[in-house]
């Protein structure tokens, strides 16, 4: 069975191309083990950047956290950390708006436990919902993803906006599943 830790470590390993990675991130009262941040500019001008068509900036928060068991609690934290201090602090800044030419921002949870997903947490993983539209999306919008991975079962669950995340969360298994078995015999390395 791989460990919360050594999956943590993967994961973040694969994350690190495209993001920044900071360890023990603190945000408020909440310490989590890793976040990772994302942003992504992109422009459209004629002939020169003076005469830009448009802008459009794309954001990525993603926090991982690690807990013995996961409870409906834990999912009502998360909701409440989202809406209290993660978006008004990271995607509106402060402000009553995001920064303008702001698109989309992704507020990312990847919930890992060494114990099974109850019943209870697989349903609220599911139905969980945090989607915000600014100036009628005039100024982009935020929605929030979760992911929950048992260790102990592999089992990965995810709401409907993380579902292109499950690739990248079952190949963290895979990979893992493969450097015990040795290659030339098929039995598994001690």
């Not at 954001?59 to 978006?87: N, Q, Y």
Request: with cysteine.
């Amino acid at each position: 069975m791989l460990s919360k830790g050594e999956y943590l470590k993967d994961l973040l390993y694969r994350y690190q191309v495209n993001f920044d990675i900071s360890e023990n991130y603190k945000l408020e009262n909440v310490t989590y083990p890793a976040y990772a941040y994302f942003h992504s500019f992109s422009e459209k001008y004629v002939l020169r950047k003076e005469a830009q068509l448009w802008a459009v900036n794309a954001f990525e928060h993603v926090f991982f956290i690690t807990e013995d068991e996961l409870s409906k609690a834990t999912l009502d934290l998360v909701r409440e950390h989202i809406t209290e201090s993660i978006e008004p602090q990271l995607v509106r800044k402060g402000g009553k708006y995001p920064q303008k030419d702001h698109m989309c921002s992704y507020i990312t949870f990847v919930l890992l436990t060494d114990g099974e997903l109850s019943d209870e947490v697989k349903k609220e993983v599911k139905k969980f919902r945090f989607d915000k539209g600014y100036m009628f999306n005039f100024r982009g919008h935020s929605e929030a993803r979760i992911a929950a991975i048992s260790m102990k079962t592999e089992e990965i669950v995810t709401n409907s906006n993380a579902r292109d995340m499950r690739k990248l969360l079952q190949d963290v298994f895979d990979k893992q599943g493969r450097k015990e078995i040795s290659p030339s015999s098929g039995e598994i390395a001690c």
